[in-house]
């Protein structure tokens, strides 16, 4: 599909438009209506890159080089007296993008629909960056890149589909969908490179900021059927589908196992690194068989009730493979799956029924039910140089069972007595008991460490309350507010062996938003948000010893953010307009260990400016521009958390487009497009920075 679809795309275009006009010709003449259109778009693109190609082609989804195509083309076309095609399409070469949808369809009657599409995602493949300790005699920072940076997945999707939609019958709709993803995507999950520093009182021992990617091959086959039909004033709907999905997933550090053009030997910033497991991490198979089914009913009793019910029922049936032989998880051990098994049953349960009380005063209540039961079965080889002399490689057995019973209950209320307003409030509460059961055995005697049993329940409490109004004390005046906050309880109760555990954690969270939009006169309009968020988190542990039965509390986490938020648009003379955006957020994020070990807190002060302009030169001519700027200030490189990483990012970006679009005839207009994209992260020692100059020019015609 991939070798011969774009060649099928573009011919199927092509031939339609000599096609359909052949058959229409031999149909009998209509000297009063023309039954066909036509518009197709060719387009061109050059783009030129200075830095980092990878990260521009992240951040635009634009090739380095020359692109183009048919960046849009459709065809509308009426057969006979009640038959109606219609196709749309692009193609652009050298991007790997293409489109193609067909459609047929009888008015009120029946459809068919089909489709293809395929496009490109693409990743930088940059590892982290850290700096260590400057001094006048290390002034070398470690950064790692790969030695290619060709890091795309390509996507594409195949479906269709045909219906029946006859009025007062039940609406019928089949269809098939393939879904495909393959090739190479970046990873965060990054290698581990040792580095002994011999500069300050810290040795450095290791930092995982190697760079890793992973190869991927997933298939998605879906097929579905729906149905929907209408008794008096009750609608009612069933939707049944059914998902086989299979997925290949390689983890690397580095790229020496790959074919050319990977190169095997990516570069070092500084003498003395050592590479760790630079090569296949671990390997992750999985195949599954999901059945859904899902039933609603609703329905407007009267003009003052609304009332609504719902049924999901989900069962998922699978195996899958995993391989970590060079990524050990108990230290000393190597692990890899030789048979995982999972299945899985859930039913959902909701009913929602929305009431006028009175004049100015409506309710809504809902409720929703879930019920979840899980079990696996895995068999491994666990090979340990743990397991006595001569007994390695032996087999390990999981069991392992999940139940989950949960209740969510919604009320809210609109009251609109104060002329011009609407004051809400809004309550969510919700009850879950979930219960997981895992026993670990192997069939030799090793040591605890590989002994595991775990029996833990968990009973968790949320609780979501939220009040505001939306009003309009003024013509020109609009004003909005709400606040909110939430509360999530997390009580442990079950036993780990050799294990810490925890015993409770709880989560408060705080917003509180104001918008105030004003229209001081007919051609200028502005608006002020502010939005503040917090969140703590709090967790009590018990201890290492159990028997001690000593517990911990600590305040485990806290984020916090201020964001400020203006925007306008402004027409000062009719063929003018301009719109602006500014926007400030400092947010802060920390952990209770961040003084101690070497997680450092994250603090980021981010601004963001966005405008864009137009001018009507005359009736056949536009100009156009655009602006946007984003700048991070949240990285210190002079604080040392006792040698931790620091994820904070330092950059700034800027992208300026101008353009000009001309009517050439009446049914052909064409535009010419230029772009300027600037990006400059110092926190990662520049290896992310680039320049880009972008040209487009476009031609669409109408017939």
């Known amino acids: 599909m991939k070798r011969h679809f774009p060649h099928l795309a573009l011919a199927v275009i092509l031939l339609s438009g000599l096609v359909l006009p052949s058959v229409r010709a031999v149909e009998p003449a209509k000297p009063a209506e023309d039954d066909t259109s036509v518009l197709i778009e060719p387009i061109v693109n050059y783009v030129r890159v200075n830095g980092n190609a990878a990260k521009f082609r992240e951040d635009t989804w634009m090739r380095n080089g020359w692109t183009g ?69 290390n002034t070398s920072p470690a950064q790692f890149v790969l030695g290619t940076q060709d890091l795309t997945l390509n996507m594409r999707n195949f479906f269709v589909e045909a219906g029946l939609i006859r009025p007062n019958l039940p609406k019928i709709t089949i269809g098939y969908e393939r879904q495909e993803k393959q090739g190479l995507k970046s990873s965060l999950e990054w290698g581990t490179l040792t580095w002994t520093n011999t500069v300050g009182p810290t040795t450095l021992t290791s930092k995982r900021i190697y760079p890793s990617f992973k190869a991927i091959d997933e298939r998605t086959d879906i097929a579905r059927l729906e149905i929907e039909h209408d008794i008096k004033n009750i609608h009612i709907g069933d939707e049944f ?44 198979t999985q195949k599954n068989d999901l059945f859904w089914n899902a039933f609603h009913v609703e329905s407007h ?36 799956t030789t048979k995982v098994d999972l299945s899985s049953d859930s039913h959902v349960l909701n009913g929602n ?73 809004e309550a969510k509460l919700g009850q879950e008991q979930s219960e997981v059961y895992m026993d670990m055995n192997t069939n030799v005697a090793v040591v605890a460490l590989h002994r595991v049993r775990n029996h833990t329940e968990v009973n968790t409490q949320t609780r979501d309350f939220k ?49 105030l939009t004003l229209r001081p006169c007919p051609k200028v309009s502005m608006s002020f948000k502010y939005q503040y968020l917090l969140m703590d988190i709090a967790t009590m542990s018990l201890a290492t010893n159990m028997a001690a039965g000593k517990y911990f509390a600590t305040d485990s986490g806290r984020h916090e953010a201020n964001i400020y938020t203006f925007s306008t648009t402004v027409t000062p003379v009719p063929r003018l307009y301009v719109t602006g955006l500014f926007q400030y957020q400092d947010s802060y994020t920390a952990s209770q260990y961040f003084n101690t070990t070497m997680i450092a807190p994250y603090r980021a002060d981010v601004y963001t400016m966005a405008a864009t302009a137009g001018f009507a030169l005359d009736n056949k001519t536009d100009l156009t521009a655009e602006y946007a700027f984003t700048y991070t200030d949240n990285f210190n490189s002079d604080v040392n958390y006792n040698g931790g990483y620091n994820f904070g990012l330092d950059s700034r970006r800027h992208g300026i487009q101008v353009g000009v679009r001309r009517q050439l005839a009446k049914n052909v207009v064409g535009s010419l497009r230029y772009g300027y994209f600037e990006y400059v992260e110092d926190s990662s020692g520049g290896i992310n920075n680039y320049r880009a100059n972008v040209v487009t020019a476009s031609c669409g015609i109408r017939f």
């Open 69 to 137: 195509g048919i960046e849009e083309f459709q065809l509308h076309r009426k057969i006979g007296k009640d038959l109606e095609f219609n196709m749309e399409g692009r193609s652009i070469f050298n991007a790997e993008d293409y489109k193609l949808q067909l459609e047929l369809i009888k008015p009120e009657f029946w459809f068919i629909r089909g489709g293809l599409t395929t496009y490109q995602k693409y990743f930088n493949g940059n590892g982290g960056y850290f700096a260590g300790q400057y001094t006048p005699t």
């Open 241 to 284: 589908r059914y998902e086989r999905y299979q997925s290949s997933v390689a983890q690397y550090n580095g790229n020496n196992q790959y074919l050319p053009p990977y190169d095997t030997t990516p570069p070092y910033a500084i003498p003395g690194l050592a590479r760790t497991n630079s090569t296949l991490i671990y390997y992750d």
């Open 301 to 336: 009793l009267n003009e003052k009730m609304f009332w609504s019910l719902g049924y999901l029922y989900t069962t998922v049936n699978g195996d899958a493979g995993f391989d970590s032989a060079l990524a050990p998880i108990i230290s000393g051990s190597t692990y890899y």
């Open 353 to 425: 029924l929305m009431v006028d009380i009175c004049k100015s005063l409506s309710a809504n209540v809902g409720v929703q039910a879930e019920m979840t039961d899980e079990s696996a079965f895995q068999t491994a080889i666990l090979a340990t140089n743990q397991f006595p002399t001569g007994r390695a490689g032996r087999g390990v057995l999981y069991l392992t069972d999940y139940k989950k019973r949960s209740l969510e209950e919604e009320i809210g209320l609109r009251w609109t007595a104060i002329p011009f307003t609407t004051v809400f409030a």
């Open 467 to 515: 009040v505001g109004f939306n009003s309009a004390p003024l013509p020109r005046m609009t004003l909005s507010a709400h606040y909110l906050h939430g509360n999530r309880d997390d009580n442990f109760d079950g036993y780990t062996a050799n294990l810490a555990s925890f015993a409770w954690q709880g989560t408060e969270t705080d917003e509180l938003a104001a918008k």
